[in-house]
């Protein structure tokens, strides 16, 4: 099979590899049909990360179930899935109480997409093993398009947590996202799905902020910092600076949360922090535990996902069009 392989900065290209077969009877191989770059793919492309190259990249996908270990009860071959980009496996301490980043079965950081925590392969290959089947894939309900669901591995699934959990706590919150990709604009759809009072988006790309404006967002290219602005702030940038305007834009109390992926160092206004008393999350997701809750609200036809995808292109289109750094391009094909 081929798997598309990052091998230097802006480039990725395909590598042939033994297809993967079941190594235990609750693996499944799942085909991708429908994948997609996750936001810090663009900034591994662009040699950011902390991992050197050669790797198989691509942790977002739906997929085509094409065979199951004789102990997997909850898919069978030919179903949709939606597969994590994190490897866990349901039974440990962590992965039960909700923490499936954190699974104590797997090395430490075990994903698909960047070799940390073994290797396990990344979702733009034409064949990928998936361990733990039945606590790692979730059926993609009927009716929800696989390109627009392709980002529920990750990004989606992440913009629902960035923001939901806090607009059930706080009805009606004032929400800031400071942002530069496909995070930012689904937390802006949902935000406002659920009810934010106001969401003001704050990007330089004129492209992405109509897309905001198409949610109900306000927008603006840049801010100072809005003292005592906001009850909840979304940084989804990778840059400390843009980090710390959002942390200086929280009202008292206010929340801020990071969606991480700071590669290069930077300050944080600790002292502004303190006076405003805010909490700030800067966290791997734990995506798999709440991937059911983020499908519930697509189907629920509040959103529009399909919104942020910037283009749809073939799978052979792949070792061109990745480093091209695409708003939210989705790759489709059949299983072969
Ligand atoms: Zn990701
Ligand atoms: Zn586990």
Known sequence: MRELTYVSRHTAEWREAPDPTLQSDVDAIVAPVAATPCDVDSAILAGHGFIAPPFAIGHECVARVVD??????????GDLVVLPWSINCGTCDHCRSG????CTSVPHMAMYG?????????LFSDLVRVPY???MLVPLPSGLDPVAMASASDNWSLSWRLVAPHLKAR??????????????LYVCDIARALGASDVLYVDPKPEHRAIAESYGARTAEAIEPIRHGFDLAIEATGRVDQLALALKSLAPEGFCESAGNHFRPGELPLLDMYLTGVTLRVARDNVRHHIPDALDLARSGQVTPERVVSHVLDWDDLPDALPQRLLKPVFVRETR
Do not use: K, Q
């Open 68 to 77: 199951i270990g004789e102990a997997v009860t909850g898919v069978r071959p």
């Open 99 to 102: 923490l499936t980043a954190h």
């Open 114 to 122: 960047a070799p940390i925590g073994g290797t396990w392969g990344g």
């Open 133 to 135: 089947a039945d606590a």
């Open 171 to 184: 009805p009606g919150a004032r929400v800031l996202v400071v942002a530069r990709g496909s995070i930012g």
